[in-house]
């Protein structure tokens, strides 16, 4: 069993800056490939990025690449998403997920992940 608590999000401007860290418990942690998706009300949940269990994978969805960076310290049983010139349209709630995978696939499904956390709201005005 593993739990996620997300945390870092909340109400900035267009083009600054925000980074999310997702804390999961468990002693196995660098064995699991980690993602965060994003959600609107009513809307499907939406792929951000992935990295595998060891960290030397990542992906990215278009709509983010070249503006996110996903990264995680095992030793910290932490994954982090940095947000870098936000727009209004990146505004959601940000859930982090773990599958448990030692592969390198990227993994951009939802269905595909085991674990979710509560998720935190960013917002990000005009």
């Known amino acids: 069993q593993v739990q996620l608590v997300e945390s870092g999000g909340g109400l900035v401007q267009a083009g600054d800056s925000l980074r999310l860290s997702c804390a999961a418990s468990?002693?196995?942690?660098?064995?699991?490939?980690m993602g965060w998706f994003r959600q609107a009300l009513g809307k499907e949940r939406e792929f951000v990025a992935t990295?595998?269990?060891?960290?030397?994978?990542?992906y990215y969805a278009n709509s983010v690449k070249g503006r996110f960076t996903i990264s995680r310290d095992n030793a910290k049983n932490t994954v982090y998403l940095q947000m870098n010139s936000l727009k209004p349209e990146d505004t959601d709630v940000y859930y982090c997920?773990?599958?448990?995978?030692?592969?390198?696939?990227?993994?951009?499904?939802?269905?595909?992940?085991?674990?979710w956390g509560q998720g935190t709201q960013v917002t990000v005005s005009s």
């Open positions: 990295i595998s269990w060891s960290g030397s994978s990542t």
């Open positions: 468990g002693r196995t942690f660098s064995s699991y490939a």
């Open positions: 997920a773990a599958k448990y995978d030692r592969t390198l696939y990227p993994r951009r499904i939802a269905d595909e992940y085991d674990y």
